[in-house]
């Protein structure tokens, strides 16, 4: 976002106003003029960048106006808003009651869904309904190929090459999107439509072969949906899922889900894992089993409708499409379950784990490599939809490939030096890890210097207890688009970084940690990749004396008592059956008094506990969390939790003796919580 020229320290938003002006400017000269201009002209504020007093100003002159926000950030996931997710790519606070403008939803397919083709009337019939949540007014949604060549890049590209004419069956390239506008326009007007609208269409053109492709159409268009929901790596539009690997797989394995009520990251679910923590959200291996099922239904499809259609073009034309589409729920299946188990070898050193996202690797690798020969001179490779993540999906391939590195040299640090209690990497100052939640700068955007497993040491840290002389050889970290596969260009991606980055400094200079008591082995790690040992003791404290004349040291490696502990225990959770679950929402809640709601399980053997999860229609408001047992669980809320001012949003959490659950409503087949209504 750019700064104002006179003013460095305002920032304009997307208006070009700086923030700190924009409700004078609008309020004194635009809102005036929409007044006066003889007819009525109704204003359209999106929420995320409405400056404070802009609707106040905007109603206090009588502009008749209208507020939109973002239905799934930048992207389209699943058909239903997020519990809970980033509030300024959703609703924010603006559902609270009375409302005196119209609101309405938009659905962002700028960042998701622009070139690939996208036909499920499951998610059609899903979403519309929750279009009215809290008294909104409707939705909006952007169609396919809305931003090709953005920015006014040069050149003119089709959605295939010239040597792939014979694919294209329309006039004007929206026309090859005709489901995608059928089921938005009918279904939305009306979600009782027949299916015969759409079959009826699909056998002009596919004949016999029409129920299959109707099918691939299905599971393939749920694909990327999945992908978001649980890898949304920028809420903004800026990557673009339909061609990006999800990013380094260090980035991958700390990118937030963008449905976080129901999702976990992996980060939480491998915590969940060794602390045995109960919870029911999804884990990878959750998203990995669903992404497979969806590549195998489309995969069968297409291989039905394939022996009926090999001349029709517009067969050709979407096959194609649903077979990138397989590519990438494989990939992204395989890479799921890899970042798991590197992420559960960072917290543990279990080299079993590591071993296997080696092989899960290995083989996304080769999915990805099928994908670019399936790809390669079918798809132009100068395709751009976007600010950023513009090319094919052979640019990805140097990504791609280089997550076998890390997780080799993963698998190279712990045959040399196995399990230790603690481990440095000197180098140059890192900036602390931010929250995930801050998505442009987690942790591997920051810390990509710094060997897995190791914390970052720099000249000035406070573990030093000499002042030096100490002098730093850096080395620079990849940057964002690097990290999240987005540049053009890979540049230098992170490799060897214990070893490339290192300080020297001269005589016995003492560094100090608190440890537990007892004896270690100190491994002084060089930059030649030679380690050179010594012994140590701690009485609470241990102190490390650093050798006599010049040295350079590119980490510590502190073995102690806690790297002979056996490893955690490794469990796989049993699969449940999902008991019945029987619910009555009430009509509506009276304000400022108690709400009552009971929750029916059965069977409820294995069930452990029921969890009731609330808040208001409020995205700047925290859940509030209700515990109580099966096989009728009853929950008070209390009267001060039910305000005249917002309607109030619940769900059930069931929780099982494996440490996993079920929610209810179930995400997979409904909108996975209620909306109460409350009076004003």
Same mark, same amino acid.
């Given at each position: 976002?750019?700064?104002?020229?006179?003013?460095?320290?305002?920032?304009?938003?997307?208006?070009?106003?700086?923030?700190?002006?924009?409700? #004078?400017?609008?309020?004194?000269?635009?809102?005036?003029?929409?007044?006066?201009?003889?007819?009525?002209?109704?204003?359209?504020?999106?929420?995320?960048?409405?400056?404070?007093?802009?609707?106040?100003?905007?109603?206090?002159?009588?502009?008749?106006?209208?507020?939109?926000?973002?239905?799934?950030? *930048?992207?389209?996931?699943? !058909?239903?808003?997020?519990?809970?997710?980033?509030?300024?790519?959703?609703?924010?606070?603006?559902?609270?009651?009375?409302?005196?403008?119209?609101?309405?939803?938009?659905?962002?397919?700028?960042?998701?869904?622009?070139?690939?083709?996208?036909?499920?009337?499951?998610?059609?019939?899903?979403?519309?309904?929750?279009?009215?949540?809290?008294?909104?007014?409707?939705?909006?949604?952007?169609?396919?190929?809305?931003?090709?060549?953005?920015?006014?890049?040069?050149?003119?590209?089709?959605?295939?090459?010239?040597?792939?004419?014979?694919?294209?069956?329309?006039?004007?390239?929206?026309?090859?999107?005709?489901?995608?506008?059928?089921?938005?326009?009918?279904?939305?007007?009306?979600?009782?439509?027949?299916?015969?609208?759409?079959?009826?269409?699909?056998?002009?053109?596919?004949?016999?072969?029409?129920?299959?492709?109707?099918?691939?159409?299905?599971?393939?268009?749920?694909?990327?949906?999945?992908?978001?929901?649980?890898?949304?790596?920028?809420?903004?539009?800026?990557?673009?899922?339909?061609?990006?690997?999800?990013?380094?797989?260090?980035?991958? %394995?700390?990118?937030?889900?963008?449905?976080?009520?129901?999702?976990?990251?992996?980060?939480?679910?491998?915590?969940?894992?060794?602390?045995?923590?109960?919870?029911?959200?999804?884990?990878?291996?959750?998203?990995?089993?669903?992404?497979?099922?969806?590549?195998?239904?489309?995969?069968?499809?297409?291989?039905?409708?394939?022996? %009926?259609?090999?001349?029709?073009? #517009?067969?050709?034309?979407?096959?194609?499409?649903?077979?990138?589409?397989?590519?990438?729920?494989?990939?992204?299946?395989?890479?799921?379950?890899?970042?798991? &188990?590197?992420?559960?070898?960072?917290?543990?050193?279990?080299?079993?784990?590591?071993?296997?996202?080696?092989?899960?690797?290995?083989?996304?690798?080769?999915?990805?490599?099928?994908?670019?020969?399936?790809?390669?001179?079918?798809?132009?490779?100068?395709?751009? +939809?976007?600010?950023?993540?513009?090319?094919?999906?052979?640019?990805?391939?140097?990504?791609?490939?280089?997550?076998?590195?890390?997780?080799?040299?993963?698998?190279?640090?712990?045959?040399?030096?196995?399990?230790?209690?603690?481990?440095?990497?000197?180098?140059?100052h890192v900036p602390p890890a931010q929250d995930l939640a801050r998505y442009r700068s987690i942790p591997y955007s920051l810390r990509n210097t710094v060997e897995p497993r190791f914390?970052?040491?720099?000249?000035?840290?406070?573990?030093?207890?000499?002042?030096?002389?100490?002098?730093?050889?850096?080395?620079?970290?990849?940057?964002?688009?690097?990290?999240?596969?987005?540049?053009?260009?890979?540049?230098?991606? !992170?490799?060897?970084?214990?070893?490339?980055?290192?300080?020297?400094?001269?005589?016995?200079?003492?560094?100090?940690?608190?440890?537990?008591?007892?004896?270690?082995?100190?491994?002084?790690?060089?930059?030649?990749?030679?380690?050179? %040992?010594?012994?140590?003791?701690?009485?609470?404290?241990?102190?490390?004396?650093?050798?006599?004349? *010049?040295?350079?040291?590119?980490?510590?490696?502190?073995?102690?008592?806690?790297?002979?502990?056996?490893?955690?225990?490794?469990?796989?959770?049993?699969?449940?059956?999902?008991?019945?679950?029987?619910?009555?929402?009430?009509? &509506?809640?009276?304000?400022?008094?108690?709400?009552?709601?009971?929750?029916?399980?059965?069977?409820?053997?294995?069930?452990?506990?029921? &969890?009731?999860?609330?808040?208001?229609?409020?995205?700047?408001?925290?859940?509030?969390?209700? *515990?109580?047992?099966?096989?009728?669980?009853? +929950?008070?809320?209390?009267?001060?939790?039910?305000?005249?001012?917002?309607?109030?949003?619940?769900?059930?959490?069931?929780?099982?003796?494996?440490?996993?659950?079920?929610?209810?409503?179930?995400?997979?087949?409904?909108? !996975?919580?209620?909306?109460?209504?409350?009076?004003?």
């Open positions: 976002m750019p700064r104002h020229p006179q003013r460095p320290n305002a920032y304009e938003t997307e208006s070009g106003i700086p923030s700190d002006q924009q409700v #004078e400017f609008y309020r004194d000269y635009v809102f005036p003029a929409i007044r006066a201009c003889g007819r009525e002209v109704r204003l359209d504020l999106r929420a995320w960048a409405v400056a404070g007093g802009m609707i106040a100003a905007a109603q206090e002159l009588g502009v008749p106006l209208r507020v939109s926000t973002k239905y799934w950030a *930048e992207d389209i996931g699943r !058909p239903y808003q997020p519990a809970e997710t980033y509030p300024g790519y959703s609703y924010l606070n603006f559902l609270e009651k009375p409302r005196k403008f119209d609101f309405y939803w938009e659905l962002w397919g700028l960042g998701s869904h622009r070139l690939l083709l996208w036909g499920n009337p499951d998610f059609v019939k899903r979403a519309v309904p929750t279009f009215r949540l809290a008294g909104s007014g409707g939705f909006e949604i952007d169609a396919p190929l809305a931003q090709k060549g953005f920015g006014n890049r040069p050149g003119v590209w089709d959605v295939f090459t010239a040597e792939h004419k014979d694919r294209m069956f329309w006039k004007w390239e929206f026309e090859r999107y005709w489901l995608f506008y059928l089921l938005w326009g009918r279904l939305s007007y009306d979600p009782k439509t027949p299916e015969s609208v759409w079959m009826n269409e699909l056998s002009r053109r596919f004949g016999a072969a029409a129920a299959d492709v109707m099918e691939a159409y299905r599971q393939s268009s749920r694909v990327l949906n999945e992908i978001v929901a649980v890898h949304l790596a920028d809420p903004n539009m800026y990557l673009w899922p339909e061609i990006n690997p999800g990013g380094l797989i260090d980035a991958y %394995k700390e990118t937030l889900p963008s449905d976080w009520r129901y999702v976990a990251s992996i980060p939480e679910s491998v915590r969940d894992r060794l602390e045995g923590t109960a919870s029911a959200k999804q884990t990878s291996f959750d998203t990995a089993a669903r992404l497979n099922d969806m590549a195998e239904r489309t995969e069968s499809a297409v291989d039905r409708a394939q022996a %009926k259609l090999a001349h029709n073009a #517009e067969w050709r034309s979407s096959a194609a499409d649903f077979r990138v589409l397989a590519h990438l729920a494989r990939y992204h299946a395989l890479k799921q379950t890899a970042a798991w &188990r590197v992420e559960y070898f960072d917290r543990t050193a279990d080299g079993e784990r590591l071993a296997e996202a080696a092989h899960d690797i290995d083989a996304a690798i080769q999915v990805w490599e099928d994908l670019v020969t399936l790809t390669d001179g079918l798809y132009p490779e100068e395709m751009a +939809f976007g600010p950023d993540d513009i090319g094919h999906w052979k640019d990805k391939l140097p990504y791609v490939r280089h997550d076998k590195v890390l997780i080799d040299e993963r698998l190279d640090i712990l045959d040399k030096f196995g399990r230790f209690d603690f481990a440095f990497d000197f180098g140059a914390e970052a040491i720099d000249e000035k840290s406070t573990n030093w207890v000499d002042e030096g002389p100490r002098e730093v050889v850096a080395v620079k970290p990849a940057l964002y688009l690097q990290v999240r596969a987005a540049a053009r260009e890979p540049g230098q991606l !992170p490799a060897g970084v214990l070893y490339r980055d290192f300080i020297s400094g001269k005589g016995p200079q003492k560094f100090r940690l608190k440890a537990p008591d007892g004896d270690y082995e100190v491994l002084f790690v060089h930059p030649d990749k030679t380690v050179d %040992k010594r012994q140590a003791h701690s009485d609470g404290t241990l102190s490390i004396t650093f050798p006599e004349g *010049e040295w350079s040291i590119s980490g510590l490696v502190i073995k102690g008592a806690r790297s002979r502990e056996p490893l955690p225990k490794w469990t796989v959770p049993k699969s449940m059956t999902r008991p019945a679950m029987s619910h009555e929402p009430p009509p &509506r809640a009276a304000p400022d008094e108690e709400l009552t709601l009971r929750l029916g399980v059965t069977p409820s053997a294995h069930v452990t506990a029921v &969890r009731l999860h609330y808040r208001p229609v409020n995205q700047l408001a925290k859940f509030k969390t209700l *515990e109580a047992k099966a096989p009728l669980a009853v +929950f008070h809320i209390p009267a001060e939790d039910v305000s005249p001012k917002w309607d109030l949003m619940y769900y059930f959490e069931v929780l099982n003796d494996q440490k996993t659950g079920w929610f209810q409503p179930d995400p997979a087949v409904a909108t !996975p919580y209620y909306v109460l209504k409350v009076e004003e």
